[in-house]
């Protein structure tokens, strides 16, 4: 589905949309699109539907940020990784277990994180303020 945003608010609040519609159990969103896209803006939507507290900025230099809430949030940023060996060293498989949300940025970079029953996320800029965000893999709510 294509969707069209034309503030950081409109982008959040897809993102909260989101985080409603979400199935039980694991489950992983690949984010996708340049830097200044809107990625983080949409893992702070979804981090604010998934009732999460704490401040959502790019995980840049830790690689994943760990959100408590009603549902755990591990927002990772895989900009730094450039092979699969690199995803075993941060302990990417110990997140395949743990029933919680995984939003990814930088997707592009750790192709091998996934299996494809991934939820895919791809923000392209439009202009200035456009963004035309395609989520596939799930039917919002
Ligand atoms: N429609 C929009 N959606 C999201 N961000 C927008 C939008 N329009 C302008 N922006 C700006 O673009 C930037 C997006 O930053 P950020 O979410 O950190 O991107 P990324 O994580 O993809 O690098 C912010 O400065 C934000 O204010
Ligand atoms: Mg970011």
Same mark, same amino acid.
């Given at each position: 589905?294509?969707?069209?945003?034309?503030? =950081?608010?409109?982008? #959040?609040?897809?993102?909260?949309?989101?985080?409603?519609?979400?199935?039980?159990?694991?489950?992983?969103?690949?984010?996708?699109? #340049?830097?200044?896209?809107?990625?983080?803006?949409? &893992? $702070?939507?979804?981090?604010?539907?998934? /009732?999460?507290?704490?401040?959502?900025?790019?995980? @840049?230099? @830790?690689? &994943?940020?760990?959100?408590?809430?009603?549902? =755990?949030?591990?927002?990772?940023?895989?900009?730094?990784?450039?092979?699969?060996?690199?995803?075993?060293?941060?302990?990417?498989?110990?997140?395949?277990? $743990?029933? /919680?949300?995984?939003? &990814?940025?930088?997707?592009?970079?750790?192709? =091998?994180?996934?299996?494809?029953? =991934?939820?895919?996320?791809?923000? $392209?800029?439009?202009?200035?303020?456009?963004? #035309?965000?395609?989520?596939?893999?799930?039917?919002?709510?």
């Amino acid at each position: 589905m294509v969707f069209y945003s034309g503030a =950081e608010m409109e982008t #959040e609040a897809l993102g909260e949309r989101l985080a409603r519609s979400l199935p039980a159990g694991g489950v992983f969103i690949a984010l996708y699109g #340049e830097l200044g896209a809107g990625k983080t803006a949409f &893992v $702070r939507g979804l981090a604010r539907g998934l /009732g999460t507290g704490g401040r959502v900025v790019s995980p @840049t230099f @830790t690689i &994943v940020n760990e959100f408590p809430g009603d549902r =755990e949030l591990f927002h990772f940023d895989m900009y730094r990784l450039n092979s699969a060996e690199e995803l075993f060293d941060i302990g990417w498989e110990d997140y395949l277990d $743990r029933e /919680g949300v995984c939003a &990814v940025e930088w997707s592009e970079h750790v192709p =091998e994180a996934f299996d494809g029953s =991934e939820i895919r996320v791809t923000i $392209r800029k439009t202009s200035d303020t456009g963004r #035309e965000i395609t989520i596939e893999g799930v039917e919002l709510c």
